[in-house]
């Protein structure tokens, strides 16, 4: 091989030496940092990681939502129309919390309470999280509900 | 009659910009100079068109037309002239005008200003961007009109407002801003495309090409800066980026875009890596248009999860296969033929910038990856994934420092034959100045933090030291400094900012959520947060409450805040209004939550150490870039001096 090949096989070598371990650490990162989506259902069935986070998705239970007058600790549920699970959170709840609207909230499972560290609900009053909008496709909510009427319609957001 | 005459010069604008295709690329082929000289006219006549399209949008909304769909979904009596006007942009089908309108200017400065350029090369040029152009009117004719009228019976009487987030100064420039990134790298496809059908690439192409694509990039810089800041103030919260989905469709293509003015760099100076600028040019612009894509269509979860419209995103999809796959067959076809002369020593500026494209690249896979696994796992039909900030804080700096150190030892290595040993004083001491500097920085004035930051303040001052090294140096020895040597200087000290400023928000922030009642104080650090009162607030469009928060510092009053939570009246939509004090070296923040019973309202106080910086750096790079741009060597050359610099430059 002459000088500038050698040369220019090293170079080849060492870019691909490079995105391979790049790639390992992303694919190493990701086995831990990525989250994944539960509903009530799957919980109740204790389908959900014991010890680790994840996504919990739903529609929070009209008349479920109780504050201690005075801190920041909120109590609610959040159902999927067949089961249902409870939450804590003690941070600030985004403006478009609603009772009878969806949410999703980040955190892990503590003596059958799912303790939230982060609760989305995005801007626009219409959305409802596309996990949600499937879970619940998946388990229809009786016909009276009137926020789960249509759940499919209601995917997607602002303009 | 005026949104009417709006879509007739849509349609035409279609029509002209398919002639514009036809006219550029087959006229050159054939090189009939007729049709070639068709081509400008097309143009000019095209951006008169679109021109007419989006001044009738405008036109529609500052005259309250509700009975024209769009208007009515985005526009109400109360809101004020100044959003009324921005609000074209504000949703779906005016973004894209905004968008078309934005290319057309664009090839309306192409046109103007590439009269010295061979004439079958600019037609190809203008064809291409003729051809992009034809794709978004049929777009926007297909399936997003923003001409539809509401039927006659049913006019409301008032609309339904614009999007109260949207409803702010910066968000009101950040698109236009933002789609000038973008579609100005439809500038270098274009040009990367012309090259590749004229078979000829060579250093004064990279040299007409270098000036579009830098000035892209500034604008790009600028406008996702804006949207970061917008994000910071507006959504609430605090915090400047989110790894969200469209936050990440618009980084993509800078850091592409990053990868290639520097890669054209090396093209022009040494007629190198032809191929690859060529493969990143057709990237940038596939990225910008896969942005588009992601946040357009509706695929993504996001903040901006923009309206979802199965048909919009399989026609951009559609589009997307057509531009980028025929990009790639061409250069699948054509890119072999371009050979660059081998030979560049390891330690060149030469391979400092190839391993500084690597990275770059590497950093945008690894972006993609993060953004598209969850869409990708949808489609498999696994179990729905999401990948948080936490995954990208975790994967981005490892690639990004190792490139910052790159960049700290390469900006000294000259071309081709650069030895590390010719620079080593400069190396070493730069070096040795930014660890000390660091060092003290980080435990001086703010004490242990994240091991990553450190490493990023170090790095971030070796990049600012280094690349003041050549400068000074000239300065002394009183030689003169190119505009585009000034330009290279002040973006790298912008890059050095960026991360230092990034590094310490990352990791000296405070934040904290806490109930608070009148009189009550959160204290953080030396500085705490007394809350004094609340009251209600009347707005135009809204009404809320406003409580006034005074920070102290070491027990002295330094500042007061006014957070605001805003009821708008027609969308129903709660607001948060920070509270924002900018200091020289920390923002003071304060957002208001709700009313938590027992006079107490939750509030979320935060410390953001140079956060402001974050900004300031884009907006240095943009300036850098600005300059670099317009160096002399870019103006006032006709081709006959091009050739004999290019001769002089080949001997």
Redesign the interface.
Known sequence: MTP?RQ??L??VLG?VL??GV?AF??MQ??RS?????FDPTEVAAGKAPKDDRF?LGGMVVKGSLM?T????DVKFQVTDFKSTVPVTY????P??FREGQGVVA?GRMHDGVFVADEVLA????K?M???VA?SLKDHPPPPTTQAGASPTAQ????? | MIPELGRFALVLALILSGLQAVFGIVGAGRSDERWMAAVRPAVAGQFVLVSTAIGALIYAFVTFDFSVFYVA??SNSALPTFYRVAAVW???EGSLLLWAWILAAWTLAVAALSRQLPASFASRVMGVLGIVSFGFFLFMLCTSDPFVRVPMDRIPADGRDL?P?LQDPALAIHPPLLYTGYVGFAVAFAFACAAMLEGKLDQVWARWTRPWTTFAWCFLSVGIALGSWWAYYE???GGYWFWDPVENASFMPWLVGTALIHSLAVTEKRGLFKSWTLLLAILAFSLSLLGTFLVRS?VL????????DPSRGMFILGFLVVMIGGALTLYAWRARELKSP??FE?TSRDAFL?YNN?FLV?AAI?VF?GTL?PLVNDALGM??????P??FT??FP??MLPLLALVAIGIHAAWKRGRLADSRNRIVAGCAIALLAGLLVVYGAYGPGKFLSVVGIVCGIWVIVSSLFDPVDRIRRKLSLSRAVIGMTIAHLGLGVGVIAISTVESYTVER???L?PGESLSMGRYSYRFDSIGPVDGPNYEGVRAQITVLRDGRPVTVLHPEKRNYWV??????EAGIDSRWNTDLFV?L??D?????W?V?AQLRPLVDYVWLAAAIMALGGALAATDRRYRTRSVASEAAVTAAEAT
């Open positions: 500038a040369k220019r090293l170079l870019i490079g995105v790049a650490l992303a990162a990701f940092n990525v989250m994944f989506f996504r504050k007058p005075g801190t920041l003690d941070k600030i709840l403006d478009l980040h995005k801007h626009d009053e959305y999280p596309p996990e499937k995917t997607g957001g602002a303009q | 979904s985005n504000g949703a779906h999007n987030v959504l609430g919260w509706g979860v996001s903040v901006h999860s923009f309206a979802a081998a030979g390891g190839l690597i590497i690894v990856i696994a179990r729905a994934i999401s990948v948080g936490k995954w975790i994967t490892v690639i959520d806490v109930a009642g969308q129903r939509q709660t607001m948060t957002a939550g709700e938590l019973g027992a006079g107490r939750s979320r």
